[in-house]
């Protein structure tokens, strides 16, 4: 990661300090955080680092019309957070109970949820 100076050094500038910090294992985007069931604090900001993602790009030759695929790389900028920004979820996942009907019992409204 070519990021780590930079990394460590924000972090330091939030007082979490190097001893603290595996950037690979709890350095991590919002969606992934909640993923792992974590929420981000409010109020906290995010590191901005520079990712590179692949791509993939499509297109129809128009002479012969085969699909053309083409790979490449892009560099994105994206916020992580540490894990002492983050907290556990109080609630555990909702799992509703599977029905035959999308109705409430005695009404014909759909069900909200």
Not at 106 to 112: E, I, L
């Amino acid at each position: 990661m070519v990021n780590i100076a930079t990394v460590l050094q924000e972090f330091a500038s939030r007082g979490i300090f190097q001893s603290d910090t595996t950037p690979a294992t709890i350095l991590l985007p919002y969606h992934a955080w909640a993923a792992l069931n974590r929420h981000v604090r409010k109020g906290q900001h995010g590191l901005r680092v520079t990712t590179i993602t692949p791509t993939k790009l499509s297109t129809r030759d128009p002479i012969s019309g085969h699909i053309i695929t083409r790979h490449s790389w892009r560099f994105a900028a994206g916020a992580a957070f540490h894990l002492s920004q983050t907290q556990p979820n109080k609630q555990q996942p909702r799992i509703l109970p599977e029905t035959q009907s999308s109705t409430y019992p005695g009404d014909q409204q759909k069900c909200p949820l």
